[in-house]
């Protein structure tokens, strides 16, 4: 099976920063990845898929990059709603996975 | 608008089985495979599987046992989660989740069924 690592495990930024995660495969997924932000009590809501490509209604301020084994989800602006856990998920495989998370909190 | 809408918290006793619903709404039930991603507290999320809405056949992760099981009522657009069994550890957050394609990113989110197992 193929295994997702997600880096930060956690995260602290101020508002204005530009945030970085990573996310890594076991092997070679493509650009089979998505990203998700969930918030406390809530479903996780879609970000990005195919690696790059934004949500409809996602805001401009996120994006994605890579391809391979090495994923980046970016914030280019934090704001204080952008506080929350967020995974990515590979479905390259018929055994989907996600990433253990990346809380993410406002200095 | 789509929509997925799921049955309410359960408490449950160990040993007991619990069945939870998620209801579809706003497209074409059959035409679009259910996916099933659990969340135990503070813990991330993990993909249970998913279930073809045409056929019925189901795919389960690989780890998780007969106590859980797939199936779908296609007459009212559901799909359901039963788990037998119960555990301490099955104590989670369950969602329904459905993509553009059978193996893909989850657009759409049920808003989760809390289980609790307790004595």
């Known amino acids: 099976d193929i295994q997702m690592t997600q880096s930060p495990s956690t995260l602290s930024a101020s508002v204005g920063d530009r945030v970085t995660i990573t996310c890594r495969a076991s092997q070679s997924i493509s650009s089979w990845l998505a990203w998700y932000q969930q918030k406390p009590g809530k479903a996780p809501k879609l970000l990005i898929y195919k690696a790059s490509s934004l949500e409809s209604g996602v805001p401009s301020r996120f994006s994605g990059s890579g391809s391979g084994t090495d994923f980046t989800l970016t914030i280019s602006s934090l704001q204080p709603d952008d506080c929350a856990t967020y995974y990515c998920q590979q479905y390259q495989s018929y055994s989907i996975a996600f990433g253990q998370g990346t809380k993410v909190e406002i200095k | 608008q789509v929509q997925l809408v799921q049955s309410g918290s359960e408490l449950k006793k160990p040993g007991a089985s619990v069945k939870v619903s998620c209801k579809a709404s706003?497209?074409?039930?059959?035409?679009?495979?259910m996916n099933w991603v659990r969340q135990a507290p503070g813990q991330g999320l993990e993909w249970m599987g998913w279930?073809?809405?045409?056929?019925?056949?189901?795919t389960y992760a690989q780890g998780l046992t007969g106590r859980f099981v797939f199936s779908l009522d296609t007459a009212v657009s559901t799909a359901f989660l039963q788990i037998s069994s119960l555990k301490a550890e099955d104590t989670a957050v369950y969602y329904c989740?459905?993509?553009?394609?059978?193996?893909?990113?989850?657009?759409?989110w049920g808003q989760g069924t809390l289980v609790t197992v307790s004595s």
């Open positions: 989740a459905r993509g553009p394609y059978s193996n893909s990113w989850y657009n759409y």
């Open positions: 706003g497209y074409t039930f059959n035409n679009y495979a």
């Open positions: 279930i073809n809405t045409n056929t019925g056949n189901s």
